[in-house]
């Protein structure tokens, strides 16, 4: 039974294919299948769906076919009497079984293919993936590349976003950071999120997750080969859902050794030094890119925010009042609204410069210069 | 059967207020119905504005017209003035006007009641519209408003909030009518097994709406208290769960499905015959039909939530339940197929819509098949397939036989027949646009394009624009039909009793435009 229903599935979506024409063939602009799949549970799923597809097809056809001709024969318009029939047993309840044998037959491969999507058993490398308001942030958990964490922000600019500069190939699928794996390895990502639900999604390898805060949720992958591969937040998360992509780089082993390394050095240098004794302008001048990468989305460049919706810090009590609020504010965020803790997001320098810049920036002339042991010892 | 006695009617009109008041405070049930009808074609143009505002920023790739929190709130409160605002009281206006009619009722059972829910509808449609205007905008969830994005948002949430108490409200008490109605004011003879379909779906929908509108309640009651009242259903932190709302919004919001259908396939079964000329094929198995359907509808719910989380054999029981709601709808279009067989058919505007509607809700019906399959859902939840499948649902689908019930009766409602010509390319116009916005938007989801978003990668613009420019030329083509029925009413020939000439019902027997008031006496069916 099984190996007919496989070899059925087979059979039938590749007809589906050659109706559909190739997605490898067609230009992608004009995409309309699936995009090529890459891991196992990809390619089940694209296969499925070609199958479903085409039955679907053929019913309606079949169905409408039928119609048609009674649209055209039984016209009274050519004066043809209607009939006066109104039941009859035997075709009722032909066509409530014959439906549902299709449906059983649909329900096989169906069931086969969610089974094998669902196998997270045995990964060679486990990574959190977890969502932010807007931005992903992924840590390596097991396997190689244990202990790599990283943000991962949109790098399209801004400018192209708003019409004033050409918009390139990668626009708004492209990032500062991506994931990277090694191919033919078994990859489990967990979601979960920090404000609101986000989902992560990836065509490719036949996955889509929601990253749900409090909650840790699990998905599988082995991409079979070596690409980068390109997906988007999945979920309604607030006003830049739309911005925040997904970047997937899928290596040779050696490679992906060698990214290892480089991350591991990466992290090490930006750690700084928490004892370093920093000026306000430098202070300031780093403050602005931490703001830039992390609190612009909500507050606005030019400390504004968006009102009702995100306070202004521009001449905000917070913002000008004593020191420990705002750094408590900053390290703790506020629960039930879009101020998230970034305590556990950002260092203590990239805290210390944050406030140092929101503080002496826009309208604000506090004069106070924030150093990083002030964050370390506020976080105790 | 027997025909009205309408020199009553003139007498009971003398006791009737004018002007003004005699829409406030009118206890007829055609009177309601007609508000009804425009209060819901009045959200649709709100609606549908929204919705040309959404696809005018979707136009082509960056940012022009809207900002993204804008963006955010204009497909949620689109989606809710749709559903809750449009289609629902429109189908609610049929029932007004039609089921009295059909059943040989002389009004609703519960007519100061009747006037209630329809007035509460206009402030809860001001509170939606209105909420644009709140500190911070209106919410810019989705009409799922799913936690914890809005235990965040503003003020406008709240007000959404309580618009939906009082749409509920309104829901509740218009079902409550239709059931005491139908089960009570029949005339003698009319049995249940007699009684037209349009009623019957309606009979069955009113239960639907009965169970699943205070769950929705439920669901944002407590978004409420999570949002100010310290609570924490919905917050992990708090030892809630988020997802639990998916479960409680779902829960109504699948019958709500059909809740929105039911009516629509009631419709449906009042056209297809009548310019058939022939009866509804099945009419029993089209009755257990509608039940099995409402009664399954309970059971599926999690089938918008294949993605959230939920364990392995809780994807497989929704995967399969959802599919087996495949065989009763299946049964309507097959007895809608096979009672045209032999009719003796002639193509007037409402069949037109009727024939529309057919082949789109079919087509959305295979699409929901796709997407009930769990390991292709995981690929398509959340992209333009899903937006896709809903509007061949809820546009083909429901408006679709909406305008076929609005042509069917018009001249029962106005004395007058609407102009052919006319309504056929308001038929031909719909539908080409229809298609031009909305099939495209498979391949958007193939493709991967997610929902909800107001800016997209330059490999979505061609069918982007494509989608875009379809839905400028439905909108202007909905124009058309306010242009129709505003020519209707005014004047043109003038309608028979039975316009059509041998449609069956009741409805039919009373002259056009029907009476003000209709079967005092009981018509007497054999
Ligand atoms: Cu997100």
């Known amino acids: 039974m099984n190996v007919t229903m496989n070899t059925l599935v087979k059979w039938l979506s590749a007809t589906a294919l050659g109706l559909m024409l190739l997605p490898g063939t067609a230009s992608a602009a004009w995409q309309l299948n699936l995009s090529p799949p890459v891991s196992h ?16 097809l053929v019913i309606f056809i079949g169905v409408f076919a039928v119609l048609g001709y009674s649209l055209y024969a039984h016209r009274k318009s050519k004066g043809h009497k209607a009939a006066g029939f109104h039941e009859n047993l035997a075709v009722e309840i032909a066509w409530i079984a014959v439906p549902f044998v299709i449906l059983v037959v649909m329900a096989v491969p ?64 492209e990032v500062d950071n991506p994931v990277v794996v090694p191919v033919n390895k078994k990859v489990r990502i967990l979601t979960t999120a920090n404000d609101v639900i986000h989902s992560w999604s990836m065509q490719e390898f036949g996955i889509k ?72 302008d430098e202070m300031k001048a780093y403050g602005e890119k931490v703001y830039t990468t992390n609190c612009v989305a909500c507050h606005q460049a030019n400390g504004k925010g968006i009102p009702g919706a995100f306070p202004a810090l521009d001449g905000s009590k917070i913002a000008t009042g004593p020191n420990a609020d705002h750094i408590n504010r900053v390290l703790n965020g506020k629960t039930g609204t879009a101020m998230a803790a970034f305590g556990n997001q950002l260092s203590d320098t990239d805290i210390a410069a944050v406030i140092t810049y929101e503080r002496n920036s ?19 | ?85 449009a289609i629902m009281p429109a189908f609610v206006g049929f029932a007004n006007w039609m089921i009295p009619l059909q059943i040989g009722a002389p009004d609703m059972a519960f007519a100061r009641m009747n006037n209630w829910s329809f007035w509460i509808l206009p402030v809860a449609g001001s509170m939606l519209v ?15 408003l799913y936690p914890p994005l809005s235990v965040q948002s503003g003020m406008g949430m709240d007000m959404a909030i309580f618009g939906i108490h009082l749409l509920g409200m309104s829901s509740i008490m218009g079902s409550i009518n239709i059931i005491t109605t139908i089960l009570n004011l029949r005339a003698p003879g009319m049995t249940l097994m007699k009684m037209p379909l349009f009623s019957w779906t309606w009979l069955i929908t009113a239960y639907l709406l009965i169970a699943v509108m205070p769950v929705l309640a439920g669901a944002v009651t407590m978004l409420l208290t999570d949002r100010h009242f310290g609570t924490s259903f919905f917050s992990a932190a708090g030892g809630g769960d988020p ?57 599926v719910w999690a089938h918008h939530m294949y993605v959230t989380g939920i364990p392995l054999t809780g994807q497989l029981y929704f995967m399969y339940a959802t599919m087996l709601i495949a065989v009763p709808t299946g049964v309507k279009v097959f007895n809608w197929v096979a009672t045209m067989w032999r009719g003796s058919l002639s193509f007037e505007t409402p069949m037109l819509f009727a024939l529309g509607f057919l082949f789109l809700f079919t087509l959305g019906g295979f699409s929901g098949l796709v997407l009930a399959i769990t390991a292709v859902d995981v690929q398509l939840q959340d992209t333009y397939y899903v937006v896709a499948h809903f509007h061949y649902v809820m546009v083909a689908g429901a408006l679709f036989s909406a305008y076929a019930g609005a042509y069917y009766w018009l001249p029962k409602w106005t004395g007058h027949m609407y102009n052919e010509t006319l309504g056929k390319w308001h038929f031909w116009l719909s539908l080409i646009f229809f298609n031009m916005t909305f099939f495209v938007q498979h391949f958007l989801g193939l493709a991967g394009m997610p929902r909800r978003i107001p800016d997209y990668a330059l490999q979505f613009a061609d069918f982007n624009r494509i989608s875009s420019l379809g839905a400028f030329g439905f909108g202007l083509s909905q124009l058309l039909f306010l242009y129709i029925v505003i020519k209707t009413i005014k004047g043109g020939k003038k309608a028979e009793a039975n316009a059509w000439g041998d449609a069956p019902g009741l409805e039919w027997t009373v002259p056009s435009p029907a009476p003000h008031h209709t079967f005092e006496v009981p018509p007497v069916i054999k």
């Not at chain 1, 190689?144 to 918009?167: N, Y």
């Not at chain 2, 003398?14 to 959200?43: A, C, E, V």
């Open chain 1, 209 to 280: 997750q929601d990253a749900v805060p409090g909650f840790i949720r699990d998905a599988a992958f082995k991409a079979e080969k070596e690409g980068t591969y390109r997906g988007q937040c999945s979920e309604l998360c607030g006003k830049d859902h739309g911005f925040m992509p997904i970047v997937v780089e899928v290596v040779s082993a050696e490679k992906y050794a060698a990214w290892v390394d480089e991350q591991k050095k990466k992290m090490a240098a930006a750690m700084g030094d928490p004892n370093k004794v920093w000026t306000l």
């Open chain 1, 362 to 380: 826009w309208g604000n002339k506090t004069g106070d210069l924030i150093q990083p042991a002030e964050i370390k010892a506020a976080r105790k």
């Open chain 1, 41 to 56: 549970a990809g390619f089940v799923a694209y296969e499925l769906h070609n199958f479903m597809t085409l039955i679907c």
């Open chain 2, 130 to 144: 209105g909420s644009l205007l709140a500190p911070g905008g209106a919410a810019g969830t989705g009409w799922t």
């Open chain 2, 1 to 85: 059967m027997e025909a009205v006695h309408d020199h009553h009617a003139a007498d009971h009109d003398h006791h009737q207020p004018s002007g003004l008041m005699r829409w406030i405070t009118t206890t007829n049930h055609k009177d309601i119905g007609t508000m009804y009808l425009w209060f819901s074609f009045i959200m649709f143009m709100v609606g549908g504005a929204m919705s040309m505002v959404i696809r005018a920023e979707l136009f082509e790739p960056g940012l022009q017209f809207i900002s993204p929190e804008r963006y955010n709130q204009m497909i949620t409160l689109h989606a809710l003035i749709m559903v809750f605002g």
């Open chain 1, 110 to 173: 169906a069931t086969k293919a969610l089974l094998d999507l669902r196998d997270a058993s045995e990964p060679d490398i486990t990574i959190k993936a977890t969502g932010y308001q807007w931005k992903w942030g992924y840590d390596y958990l097991k396997g190689d590349g244990e202990g790599v964490h990283f943000m991962s922000v949109l790098a399209t600019p801004r400018d192209q976003i708003e019409g004033k500069e050409p918009k390139g190939e990668h626009y708004l699928l």
């Open chain 2, 243 to 299: 997802v639990l709302f998916q479960h409680i919004f779902w829960f109504f919001g699948h019958p709500e499905v059909y809740i929105i259908a039911l009516p629509a396939f009631g419709v449906i079964s009042e056209v297809i015959p009548a310019f058939s000329r022939k009866p509804i094929f099945g009419y029993a198995s089209m009755v257990y039909a509608i039940a099995s359907i409402a009664i399954i509808s309970f059971f």
